[in-house]
């Protein structure tokens, strides 16, 4: 093998082809590399999040070789004791198919969260191989912090395991500054070993739009949507009540969820138990799809629970924007997501859950809407796009070899808009 192409192991149970965004980012991500000419093994889960039901895959990719198991686990309904059989399955069967994997290996690739995995995975090989872990969001920040006293117990335990995980990497790459001075601070890891790569654009975005979604959206009608994963970090409640709220005073715009899994369900039944008119909810929709997703949004909201900002920024992002379409982002004050989003123009940032303050703010967004196309929007954020969120950095971030540059992109200069 030539001398710049290795055998890379990459395992994280989120894979192809799994509808969210780490899922997405995983895929794109092997697949750039099994471009290069590396030899990529995936170690991975059958498709599950977020339903958190799996669906037994055997799809493939070209030039990868995936590893599947988990389609017989049975997850349980409390947040805790799913996260808890996640970790445990999947450290079993990840040190297992890796240490059949393990000659010839030159580079390990781990992606967070789940963690416990990582730790034993990268006990089975020597310092000469190297070990780069991926984090996607900080599980102990995240999601056991404000419950009762088993919660918080739980999140300390959560916290030694990711700092033992995070530490046994040769190198860790994080989605945002906020995220590295956090695992500074608060993992204790020196910041030399820490590399910023911003999420990278995934959907290809062109003029043509598609008519697969059309019966979902009202024609001559702002339709503002939310896509993804539902959870804590999320929101999802407030969330809805955002909807609720903005439907009575805004009678002319529809609100849209295309989610799945538990709190998606309950946030339906709870809708359905007092309806107000104008807020649907939706599956997921498929890849192919996205592009038209968000060329048929009015307005894309980005919600964050307050604890969330500095804990990780949402891969979808950059795909929102390169769309062209205006985003209405949630979030604190100052953080890092405000400030990306300050340098487009495309974006309207409200930095509470004041019920009013959103109502206003998601007016604000609507006229951002009608004032410009979605091409026009693209046009003006297409030069600090390609500079900050570009998957050639994040590339050249995972490749072992001193000296290669992973500069942060958001010292890039502000938009002239």
Known sequence: MPANRRQILFVSPFFWPEAISTGKYNTCLVEALA??????????????????????SHSTLSGVRIHRAGGSVRYPKAILLRR????????????WKTWKLRRGLEQVIVVFPPSLFAVLVNRIF????????????????????????????????????????????????????????????????????ISVCYPFISVNITDHLQTRLADLFTENAQHVVYSGALGKKQNSFQLLEVFRAAAVRLPDVHFHLFSK???????????????????????????????????????????????????????????????????LAICAAGCELATLLAQTGTAIVADNWQMDLLVERLQEALLLDRLLTKKQRRAMTAGFLSRTFSLDLLIRACDPVPGVSTENSLTAPLLEV
Not at 138 to 166: C, N, P, Y
Not at 271 to 278: C, F, I
Not at 304 to 325: D, F, H, R, V, Y
Request: include cysteine; aromatic fraction near 8%.
């Open 35 to 56: 471009a290069k000419g590396n030899t990529v093994d995936v170690v991975t889960s059958h498709p599950f999040y977020p339903a958190w039901k799996p669906l037994v």
């Open 84 to 95: 808890l059989v996640l970790e445990l399955w999947f450290a079993c069967y990840s040190v």
């Open 126 to 193: 020597p310092s000469s191989i190297h070990k780069l872990g991926i984090v996607h969001d900080f599980q102990a920040t995240l999601g056991f912090t404000d419950g009762g006293l088993a919660k918080r117990a739980f999140s300390r335990i959560v916290h030694a395991i990711e700092t033992i995980a995070f530490r046994s990497c040769h190198r860790i790459i994080v989605l945002s500054n906020a995220m590295a001075e956090q695992a500074v601070q608060d993992y204790g890891l020196d910041s030399e070993n």
């Open 261 to 327: 899994g538990p709190v998606f369900d309950e946030l339906r039944r709870l809708y359905l138990a007092d309806p107000v008119g104008r807020i649907h909810f939706h599956d997921l929709v498929a890849d192919r799809d996205l592009e038209e997703l968000y060329l048929r949004s009015s307005v894309q909201i980005i919600p964050q629970e307050p604890c969330a900002s500095s804990a990780c920024l949402p891969s979808k992002l950059p795909n929102i924007l390169a769309a062209g379409t205006v985003i």
